[in-house]
């Protein structure tokens, strides 16, 4: 089992504060990663760090590719918390989920076959085959916030983030959300950051409790 991500003695914030001191984590291929803790207590700023976003202030993180070796990035899927999507934007729920897969394409190229067949499998994952061709702008929030959920795992990631996907998953889907969340743990390891961590408990490998500094907890 190769580890992907290691965070050793990491410090980081904004404007000269620290918002997280000394954090150390290891994420392994096959890792499900559950985070809790208090608004304010750095998890969102730990996943920054994570995705590259800031600079730790101290200590160092370094990514690990398919053979245990370092390297300089990973390829990670996010969600976010808030959707910045502009719902007056005219786009397709099939293009958001192909947009997932942009850096897999040169330039100015269309997709091939087998990157526009994984759009489709996404789509029918996502259980928005149906609404393929609508507008975003006509979707409920737990539509669109599957069809982000679609964007950020198309492209088979080798880590998946999740900030609080229950904030915008509605309950028809949340059974097929968690069992679908089962099957991209076998592919991708998972960070997941959630104030209501007990429907997803059971997929949890390892718990940890951020308010400055991180704790690892018992499953």
Request: aromatic content about 6%.
């Amino acid at each position: 089992m190769n580890k992907r991500i290691e965070m050793d003695g990491v410090s980081a914030g904004y404007g000269g504060k620290l918002v997280l001191q000394d954090i150390a984590l290891d994420v392994w291929e096959d890792d499900f990663l559950g985070i809790t803790g208090p608004n304010g207590g750095g998890k969102t700023t730990l996943l920054k760090v994570i995705l590259g976003l800031i600079p730790p202030v101290q200590g160092s993180i370094r990514y690990f590719g398919e053979d245990g070796k370092a390297v300089s990035s990973l390829k990670i899927g996010y969600l976010p918390q808030i959707n910045a999507i502009d719902r007056k934007f005219p786009i397709s729920v099939r293009e958001v989920v192909s947009s997932g897969l942009s850096y897999d394409k040169p330039l100015f190229l269309r997709f091939g076959r087998a990157q526009k067949e994984r759009v489709e499998e996404t789509l029918v994952q996502m259980g928005l085959e149906n609404l393929a061709a609508r507008p975003v702008g006509e979707l409920s929030g737990g539509q669109l916030q599957r069809a982000l959920l679609g964007r950020a795992i198309v492209s088979r990631p080798c880590v998946l983030i999740l900030d609080e996907p229950n904030s915008y998953i509605d309950k028809r889907f949340e059974a097929h959300f968690l069992q679908m969340l089962e099957e991209i743990n076998r592919e991708s390891a998972v960070i997941l950051v959630s104030h209501e961590m007990q429907a997803v408990l059971p997929l949890v490998k390892h718990l940890l409790h951020v308010d400055g500094t991180a704790n690892e907890e018992k499953v």
